[in-house]
């Protein structure tokens, strides 16, 4: 039977995104708890439709690197996705819990260890070859909280782009998570699933310091981009006048891996075209002068600026760093989820 508000039962709210809220819920005539994605989309029925038939494509969707999918339906106003519930949740609340037990109230972010960062690595990689391989898909939105874990241990993508009509409706003037955007990307080229690894890199850095490579702790990862002012990325002066960078908001703005001062969205998004990709290991990070060289290659080869010189997610998976042999050591990714 198809999936309808009135089997559902909400359980919780599992968190607020741009494009709408995601609940825990329950599929009552099955007893099966999902995850349900409730995105307001302001669009015509034939729109709708168009959406909900985009949406059908991931019946298809089998890989264990995915969350399943059980079904969308519309809801007016709201499209409904339903997928797997993920129970340990996304990477962003992991990190920016860890350290904060016994402190309920208080999210201190801490980073995830680096062989966990690696074992998801491989899992997304393996995701992102998947979707593209067999759905002939790009995710376009590779971030931390579109990476999930549950208690076996396994991670999962969600939220990819299956349906464009979706991310037009949802995504009107304004697109969400530009911090994890590549260069081609922030400057309209064409872009390519090299475009999901850089998103990567930039991620695997998030997770491995514990905080985001171009931000202190202030940064807000959502913070909307208008497409609009940045479409004559090339023509906007080469520095800001400083003025206007202090005038800034503290909460809007961002700062620099070395702290080179704190920046607004829109001069990010000029810093990411113009200057050198971040690196894992860096002095600011005193943690990261413990990982391994292995580690550092893989992402320099995430970040490669240009996309030609940027590897594809088939070749990363041949890299030495996402080889398993020989770290016995390493925590395994079900033992380390049941530590949270
Ligand atoms: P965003 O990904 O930008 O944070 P979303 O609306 O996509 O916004 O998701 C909001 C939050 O809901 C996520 O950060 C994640 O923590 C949680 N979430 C999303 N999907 C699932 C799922 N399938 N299982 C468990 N938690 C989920
Ligand atoms: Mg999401």
Aim: contains cysteine; proline residues 6%; glycine residues 8%.
């Amino acid at each position: 039977a198809p999936l309808q508000d009135s089997d559902l039962k909400n359980i919780a709210e599992l968190g607020m995104g741009n494009g709408g809220s995601v609940m825990k819920v329950e599929h009552v005539p099955s007893g099966v708890v999902m995850a349900k994605k409730i995105v307001l989309i302001d669009a015509k029925p034939s729109v709708r439709k168009q959406i909900l038939r985009e949406l059908h494509i991931m019946h298809r969707c089998s890989s264990p690197f995915i969350v399943s999918f059980f079904g969308a339906y519309l809801s007016e106003p709201n499209i409904c996705i339903c997928m797997e519930y993920m129970d340990k949740g996304s990477f962003d609340s992991i990190y920016k819990t860890i350290g904060s037990k016994g402190r309920p109230n208080e999210a201190i972010s801490g980073p995830i260890p680096i062989g966990i960062v690696r074992q998801l690595a491989k899992r997304v990689l393996g995701g992102l070859v998947y979707l593209k391989d067999e759905m002939e898909v790009l995710h376009r939105d590779i971030k931390p909280s579109n990476i999930l874990l549950n208690s076996e241990g396994e991670v999962k993508l969600c939220d990819f782009g299956v349906s464009g009509e979706l991310e037009n409706n949802v995504a009107k003037t304004f697109v969400g998570t530009s911090v994890y955007m590549s260069p081609e990307r922030i400057q309209g080229s064409d872009y390519s699933v090299k475009s999901d690894v850089w998103s990567l890199g930039i991620t695997l850095i998030e997770l491995a310091h514990g905080c985001f490579p171009f931000a202190d702790s202030e940064v807000e990862e959502d913070t909307p981009i208008d497409l609009t002012a940045l479409t004559p990325i090339s023509s906007l002066p080469s520095s800001l006048p400083s003025a206007q960078r202090h005038s800034r908001r503290k909460s809007r703005g961002v700062s620099l891996q070395g702290g080179v001062g704190t920046l607004s969205i829109l001069e990010l998004m000029h810093h990411i075209v113009r200057e050198p990709p971040p690196t894992l290991i860096t002095p600011s990070v005193p943690h990261s002068l413990e990982f391994t060289e292995e580690a550092a290659q893989f992402v320099v080869y995430c970040l490669k600026k240009d996309p030609g010189e940027r590897m594809n997610p088939r070749d990363l998976l041949e890299m030495g760093w996402m080889d398993d042999t020989g770290r016995g050591e390493e925590m395994t990714l079900r033992m380390w989820a049941g530590t949270l």
